[in-house]
């Protein structure tokens, strides 16, 4: 890792590191007795760590120029690990949550062990910790390969990395004391928001500097989807996090907008989230990956534009239709429930022509488990972007509503297509990486498959008919025009599938743990291959290969 570097660039990380520890030491100063204070302590905590990692290999000899024949990787490998183990965590925290809702006093009466906590600590674990970092390892590779140029330095993609990491685990920490903006998707506040900025902007640079640098003239689709999804969720969170702290010493921020006008500006933010963090970056997993395993090239190259200009456009657009039946203006209503309607043609688009890619190619299908979790994405994706225009029309969403079946569409769109597709990538880029023909164990990926999709049927439609019954049970009226059911007697009825919830993401989450296990077992494999070949780890592959997946 740090022997990569140029001794400049060591500089710049012991400088980095330095400011930060000094930012966490301020913190915890001027935070004493308030959560904040703990933070600065993770902050210093981690800058500490981070120098002494730096320190170590400080005084090894400058890498030779060679080195800028190869495609950069270390950070990458290392996001890879990251994913993986964000993958356990966010996961077992799920199934802990689905199981207080079967048995309450899993909390054990300890206030951080509370569905209110635990639940944002499951999320942020599972689509930022999981999902960002698969995006961002995936993303390094895809554009090094598809532009055949390095990326630009050394020390930004790990600053990114590491720095995206301490933002995650900034937020979870926090939850655990309670601290929350109590936004979806936007729990963290407000000095944390500001880190993932900076973190995000330098981001978006080395994508822009080494897009600029290449040697292929045509930027390939899975770019424009992933520079969709940095530059868009940079606005996004910029937007919808603007606050006023209460005091520099104090986690506590009030948020700029306030009313129906703070619930608009959380649901744009919030439904686009899903659009460009789960939806945009993934499609240029998808993009790339799925051709690429399957040895045959995408479908058609038009309809993956068409798809995302639609997608792009579209999308933007929609986030009112989480809140039909509110105070928000009708007419806002309706065109976000128009808009996600429209949603269906470009996303249909990009499922399909996934789809279309594997003609010729099913074969291949049957026998590669690897293949096989990206084409069950692709059908996942058409089903819940089916699913969501439908539950953004008004009569149906008065039935669907704050019932378990928008919980059950969420999970068929983040396990069935975000996890699906982000698994099959990596069983595909690691053994490339790692300079291996296979996986350590291809029993053990088809091992993995049958886990995560068992899992991901059990617990959808555990929440699909469990959310239209409550949904049901919610709007029955007796001859004498009360309520049939207490809301308590709905609550009794989900009892079962709640149970059937907390099965079918223990399956997924084992599934997690086969498939983290699997890997490590063929990095260990991989490092020890090169170390017997007498070659450097890793063996890299000369720039100017043509668009080599490995």
């Not at 998707?185 to 330098?202: G, H, Q, R, S």
């Not at 806002?332 to 499922?351: D, H, I, R």
């Amino acid at each position: 890792m740090v022997s990569g570097l140029t001794v400049g660039e060591r500089q710049w990380a012991l400088g980095t590191v330095l400011v930060l520890a000094l930012v966490g030491l301020a913190m915890a100063a001027g935070g004493r007795g308030d959560p904040m204070g703990a933070h600065g302590f993770v902050v210093l905590i981690f800058s500490v760590l981070v120098g002494f990692v730096v320190m170590a290999g400080y005084y090894a000899s400058e890498p030779d120029e060679a080195r800028l024949a190869h495609y950069y990787d270390d950070p990458i490998k290392a996001g890879i690990v990251f994913t993986m183990a964000w993958a356990i965590f966010g996961m077992a925290f799920g199934v802990w949550v689905a199981a207080l809702l079967a048995w309450p006093d899993l909390t054990f009466d300890q206030a951080w062990a509370s569905f209110g906590r635990l639940r944002p600590v499951h999320t942020t674990g599972v689509i930022f910790g999981f999902g960002g970092n698969a995006l961002i390892a995936t993303s390094f590779h895809v554009l090094q390969r598809t532009s055949r140029a390095r990326l630009p330095d050394q020390f930004t993609p790990w600053f990114v990395l590491l720095g995206y990491n301490l933002f995650c685990i900034l937020a979870v920490t926090g939850y655990f004391m309670g601290i929350t903006q109590s936004k979806e998707y936007a729990e963290p506040e407000w000095y944390a928001d500001i880190w993932l900025v900076i973190v995000w902007v330098v981001y978006f640079l080395i994508y822009i500097r080494t897009l600029m640098r290449r040697k292929e003239p045509h930027i390939y689709v899975a770019n424009w989807y992933y520079m969709a999804f940095i530059l868009v969720v940079a606005v996004l969170h910029i937007i919808n996090n603007l606050a006023v702290p209460i005091s520099w010493g104090s986690a506590k921020s009030y948020s700029l907008f306030s009313g129906v006008q703070d619930a608009m500006t959380q649901w744009w933010y919030g439904h686009n989230a899903v659009a460009f963090f789960l939806t945009s970056g993934f499609l240029g997993m998808m993009y790339y990956y799925l051709p690429k395993r399957a040895g045959r090239p995408i479908f058609s190259y038009r309809l993956s534009i068409i798809s995302f200009w639609g997608i792009t456009f579209l999308y933007m657009w929609a986030g009112s239709h989480h809140l039909h039946y509110t105070a928000l203006p009708q007419w806002v209503q309706t065109l976000g429930m128009s808009f996600s309607v429209m949603l269906l043609v470009p996303s249909w688009a990009s499922a399909g022509n996934a789809l279309a890619t594997l003609n010729g190619a099913w074969h291949k299908v049957r026998d590669d488990a690897t293949l096989r979790f990206m084409m069950v994405a692709a059908v996942f994706y058409g089903l819940s972007t089916f699913e969501g225009s439908f539950m953004a029309i008004r009569p149906v969403n008065s039935l669907s509503h704050y019932t378990d079946w928008t919980v059950g569409h969420v999970h068929a769109g983040a396990l069935g297509w975000v996890a699906m597709i982000t698994f099959g990538s990596i069983y595909a880029l690691v053994p490339w990486i790692w300079k291996r023909e296979t996986m350590y164990s291809p029993k053990l990926v088809e091992v993995h498959f049958w886990l995560a999709l068992t899992g991901t049927i059990v617990y959808v439609f555990a929440m699909w008919n469990s959310g239209i019954i409550q949904g049901l049970m919610w709007r029955t009226y007796n001859d004498g025009g009360t309520l049939a059911y207490s809301f308590i007697d709905s609550v009794e009825a989900m009892h079962p599938y709640y149970i059937a919830r907390a099965f079918g993401g223990l399956l997924f989450l084992l599934g997690a743990i086969v498939g983290t296990y699997n890997v490590m077992m063929t990095i260990r494999q991989g490092r020890a291959a090169a170390q017997e070949a007498g070659v450097d780890v890793p063996a890299l592959r000369p720039q100017g290969a043509a668009q080599a997946g490995e």
